[in-house]
């Protein structure tokens, strides 16, 4: 989750001069961009979202929720009760009790793998009433409950909005429907247009629309860029920019490896006068709990054999779970000296049977064992990446695309 810049003098008036009318607005704009989406949808001529639901399985796997065990249904159900609100909030329990929009996303990915309808309107619902900004499709990054202005800064995160974007998609094209899917496009765009910077030949991926760029530099998290939500993107909103921020975001992983255990750190800086990449100067540099989602997000996209994945494998030859640490210092080779928590060791095991091939039918980890939030967000993650990415076997059966294709 971004760092966000601090909030202007005048960000809480904003916030209270337009909290009342983003609702109602959203109301009638999102009505309009489905009647639009639906006359796309006809024009033989615009043949984008058609191509997209009829090759579903660019989105994700066809996993109904029949589909799912009964021990996967009862995950999801832990994390519902233990860490969302009646109201849709997801609660980061190790943090305050604060909400942010990269949680907010989790819970609504969550909700549609386990097809849990409800449950995914309420967060959605929480989300774009609560963290919708005023000006464009993106979403304020932080919710601090109990505050007089629980949402005292307007700037977003991009790991959360992209997030916020698949998971609308995959609802969408799981349950029929075109209103998630506009909404989606809308996100989208914005990402496009305010959370990427182009220098010359290169696109990056900002951690969010504002507050990351330097005179001479711009400051990265790597574990925002998510391959397989990227993909989906590109599917959605067909621009050679989505392509473009995959493979440059795969190079600067491979360049992002650092001290001699050659490992990705939290945050690092790229040189915008020379093609040079290196540690954040701002924030230490650690091997820790943004890193950890860059195996995640490999694994999840497929590619089992990155070079990332294996130095990460040596890394943690000699520390099996739970004693793996919670995060290494890059620079002094320290690491901490408590055990790493049980979702940080979930990813760990995920990355070691990706690159080893073994046990490709296990998954051992328990929403129930999580001490916090963030713990129990990389086990789901984890166990629908190993599903979606062909590492553990998933169900899979035909999804009618009926009411598709009949509007074509």
């Known amino acids: 989750m971004a760092i966000a810049m601090a909030p202007s003098s005048d960000v809480a008036a904003q916030f209270d001069h337009h909290r009342a009318l983003v609702q109602a607005e959203r109301r009638a704009v999102l009505l309009l961009v489905a009647m639009a989406v639906t006359l796309v949808i006809r024009n033989p001529a615009r043949k984008t979202i058609n191509d997209l639901m009829l090759n579903r399985a660019r989105i994700a796997p066809p996993i109904s929720r029949a589909d799912l065990t009964t021990g996967e249904l009862a995950q999801w159900q832990s994390f519902l009760r ?56 993106l979403f304020a990054w932080r919710y601090r409950p109990g505050q007089r202005v629980p949402v005292d800064d307007l700037n977003d995160a991009t790991d959360g909005n992209l997030m916020i974007a698949w998971a609308l998609l995959r609802a969408g094209a799981q349950w029929e429907r075109p ?9 989208a765009r914005d990402i496009l247009r305010l959370d990427t910077l182009q220098r010359d030949d290169r696109i990056y991926l900002k951690p969010a629309s504002g507050g990351f760029l330097r005179r001479d530099r711009l400051v990265l998290n790597l574990s925002y860029y998510n391959f397989a939500a990227l993909r989906a993107m590109a599917s959605l909103v067909p621009d050679a920019r989505w392509h473009i921020l995959e493979q440059q975001g795969r190079e600067l992983i491979e360049r992002g490896q650092f001290g001699s255990m050659r490992v990705p750190v939290d945050w690092v800086e790229q040189s915008l006068v020379e093609d040079r990449l290196s540690p954040a100067s701002e924030w230490p540099v650690r091997f820790s709990w943004d890193a950890i989602r860059i195996p995640l997000n490999l694994v999840w996209s ?8 294996k130095n990460l494998v040596r890394f943690w030859a000699n520390h099996k779970s ?5 995060w290494l210092d890059v620079t002094s080779n320290r690491r901490v000296t408590t055990s790493a928590n049980s979702g940080l060791s979930a990813i760990a095991d995920l990355t070691r049977q990706a690159v080893t091939l073994k046990d490709q039918s296990l998954w051992s980890y328990e929403v129930d064992t999580a001490e916090h939030y963030y713990d129990a967000a990389l086990m789901l993650l984890g166990r629908i990446a190993a599903q979606e990415s062909g590492l553990t076997k998933a169900v899979e059966v035909p999804t009618s695309l009926g009411w598709l294709r009949s509007l074509v």
């Open 82 to 137: 233990r860490f969302v609100h009646v109201d849709g909030r997801v609660i980061d329990t190790g943090n305050g009790g604060v909400s942010h929009s990269e949680g907010q996303s989790y819970g609504m990915l969550f909700a549609a793998w386990a097809n849990d309808q409800i449950s995914f309107a309420a967060i959605w619902d929480w989300t774009r009433t609560a963290l919708a900004r005023p000006d464009d499709h």
């Open 322 to 326: 739970p004693h793996l640490g919670a």
């Open 302 to 309: 497929g590619d089992f054999q990155s070079p990332v994945l």
């Open 179 to 187: 209103d998630y899917i506009a909404q989606a496009i809308a996100i």
